[in-house]
Each structure stands twice: as C-alpha cells, then as structure tokens.
C-alpha cells in the first residue's frame, strides 16, 4: 500500500469548513483513498473513500487531485464533535485472496475544532 | 451503537493470565478483523476471519489466538499476559468480501485491557 503523509494537528473553527490534506505520491492505478477518523478512545470511524472522482457523503467530501498524488478530506461546516484523530488510508482495491480491511493506520492528523 | 459489539468493555487482570475478549459483527457481515491499539504502536491490524476461516494475519503474538464461530462472533484470546499487553482491542466487521467497499469497515467500541 501507498505511503500517506499528514500533518500531525490542525485547529479549525466552529462552523467553518475543515480541510485536511494528505499526501500519497506513490499511489497506484488500484489504490483508493479511505477516510476515517477516531473519537477519542471510540473504535475507528469510516467517513469516505474514492479513487480518482471527488466524492461526497452526508459527513465529508472527498477531493483528489487529478495526478491522484494527493487528497482533500473537507468536513463543510465543522463542529466540536468533529474533534478527533483523522486517518487517511491508501488500499488496494480487493481482489480474491487479497486481506482486504488489512488497514495501516498512520498516526492521523489531530483535528480540534474550537467554539 | 455501530452495530458491531463488544464485550467486556473494560478488564483488569494480572501478570501470565490468559483472557477472552468477545466480539459480535454487525449483522449479516462475514468479515471480521481484530486490531490492537496502544500508546506506544498505535492502530494495529492483528487477524482477520471471513466466515469462519483466518484470511490474514497481522504481527499478532503467538501468545494471542483467535476463532470465528459458525454464528459469526469471534474471540480474541490473549494469554500469559505481560504489562505490554495493556490496549484497547477493537473488533470490526465489514459486509462486502471483494471491491473497494471491503475495506470499509465498521468497528465497535473495544475493550480496554489493563494488564498488572
């Protein structure tokens, strides 16, 4: 799997919009993005993923740029609860025999959102 | 409540005891992974079962083992415990066998473990 760089904190106001960058330059053709985050000490949370498309869900959007060697997570109008560890994972789409949900997790960015 | 649950939440135990830690998927999910975090390593993918059957293995110990029974919940069993061991344990479980979406995983809340 791609190696992902991110910074390790980032502050974001109360209701502004979040956007938390990721480097994966070495991505492959195969590899998707994935998202997730952790609340403090709560298992993982899977918030987005995609492969070359930006991407939109009822939590986040997905920004991957055009060489595919970096990424957006935005998280439109943040909230304290959105406070957490976010991880950005690059995986090998599964195959047969492949350990698919083998995920690496990196240590993340630490988001804290403030009032 | 993501669905996958977990049990117990918390345990404290001694030295070169053995536990087991429980987890039942969410339903009709086949997938299920256990990770290991600590302080010091962070997120650790430990195993994997899909129906039944180990898929992958991660750097789990050869002091730790793990099954997956025919109505899908799994247990971790972690043995001759040492003062590292202490973590939380979090089960996942994900409903797709093939694709992107099989890396989509949902995990449950962990149990914590304190080892003495």
């Known amino acids: 799997d791609a190696k992902t760089t991110q910074p390790p904190s980032m502050d974001c106001a109360e209701g502004r919009a979040a956007n938390l960058p990721c480097n994966h330059s070495?991505?492959?053709?195969?590899?998707?993005v994935y998202w997730y985050r952790q609340i403090h000490s709560q298992g993982p949370q899977y918030i987005i993923h995609g492969l070359k498309n930006n991407e939109t869900n009822e939590m986040a959007s997905l920004i991957i740029t055009e060489d595919r060697k970096s990424s957006t997570l935005i998280l439109p109008h943040a909230t304290l609860r959105d406070t957490a560890v976010y991880y950005c994972i690059v995986r090998v789409e599964s195959a047969g025999g492949t350990s698919y949900g083998k995920l690496t997790f990196g240590q993340g960015t630490i988001l804290t959102v403030h009032p | 409540d993501s669905g996958v649950t977990q049990t117990p939440k918390h345990l404290i135990t001694a030295t070169g005891q053995r536990v087991t830690l429980r987890c039942s998927p969410r339903s009709g999910d086949l997938s299920v992974y256990w990770y290991q975090q600590s302080l010091d390593q962070g997120l650790q993918f430990l195993i994997q079962?899909?129906?039944?059957?180990?898929?992958a293995k991660g750097n789990i110990l050869e002091r730790f083992s793990a099954q997956q029974f025919p109505d899908l919940h799994s247990e971790l069993n972690l043995s001759s415990l040492e003062l590292g061991d202490s973590a939380l344990y979090f089960c996942?479980?994900?409903?797709?066998?093939?694709?992107?979406?099989?890396?989509?995983?949902?995990f449950g809340a962990g149990s914590r473990l304190t080892v003495l």
């Open positions: 070495t991505i492959s053709g195969n590899e998707y």
């Open positions: 079962y899909y129906n039944g059957e180990e898929r």
């Open positions: 996942a479980s994900s409903s797709q066998a093939g694709g992107p979406g099989a890396n989509v995983l949902t």
